[in-house]
């Protein structure tokens, strides 16, 4: 295995004359959930899609497990294991709770041909059915999505994220417009997932309770440059972070 999961170097991205990111390097270990955090504007997603190909950077390199995967597609970089949910749903709200987890996996699952003549549901039921316990809303499974509150919305969104067994998955703001008492069950659930499977997280959040009580290590991210990485402890009495970002 190797020691670090995911390494970028030096990336940077431009519109124009607007350097969105500049020569961010950092590199995320085997099993850490790492958070990036920044006020808008600090280019955290600008930074998710480069990592994740859905933009190319202008320069800097991106390897995963040991592979250089900066000229891959986004659907390239899934099928290596790499997931990732967004900062708007991707549900489809007019299929059951279940099918929205079943189809996100299918993509992963054999041949063309394997999935052209296999069940419609490739087999992946029970696995559906697993991720729907974990994420104590195996009662909402044949619902349509649509139905759903938008904070359970969430939690179908970051469980399709976890269907085809991803060594990696980036966070877009999983918190964003949840309730309170739902962020707290999501952060709870992300720790068990952690510990159970092993994955490795990145996580962007504004939520500064939530990042400070998940990860292991936060990165701060201000005008597209890196502040600071460390640990929450670290960040929390980081002067330049504190002055920079978190206020007081």
């Known amino acids: 295995m190797s020691l670090i999961t995911l390494k970028v170097s030096n990336l940077k991205k431009s519109y124009g004359a607007i350097q969105a990111v500049k020569e961010v390097s950092f590199q995320v270990k085997p099993g850490e959930i790492f958070g990036v955090i920044g006020p808008n504007g600090s280019g955290k997603t600008t930074l998710f899609n480069s990592i994740l190909g859905q933009i190319n950077s202008d320069f800097g390199e991106i390897i995963f497990n040991d592979q250089n995967v900066s000229k891959l597609s986004a659907l390239e970089l899934s099928r290596l294991g790499i997931g990732r949910t967004f900062q708007t749903l991707q549900v489809f709200e007019k299929m059951s709770v279940r ?21 419609p ?39 399709m994220a976890f269907m085809s067994d991803p060594t990696l998955i980036l966070l877009d703001e999983p918190c964003a417009g949840v309730n309170p008492h739902l962020v707290s069950d999501i952060g709870a659930l992300l720790k068990r997932l952690n510990e159970e499977k092993g994955g490795t997280f990145v996580v962007i959040e504004h939520n500064m309770d939530f990042i400070m009580n998940l990860c292991h290590r936060i990165m701060v991210m201000v005008e597209g440059e890196v502040l600071a990485i460390g640990t929450p402890d670290e960040i929390r009495s980081n002067k330049q972070v504190l002055q920079a970002y978190l206020g007081n």
């Not at 549901?121 to 809303?137: T, V």
């Open 99 to 119: 099918d929205n987890l079943i189809v996100a996996a299918q993509e992963h699952q054999g041949t063309m041909w394997s999935r052209i003549f296999s069940p």
């Open 121 to 159: 549901n490739s087999g992946l039921d029970s696995k559906a059915n697993d991720l729907l316990e974990k994420f104590h809303i195996a009662h909402m499974a044949d619902l349509m999505a649509g139905q759903l509150s938008y904070g359970q919305q969430k939690l179908v969104d970051i469980a």
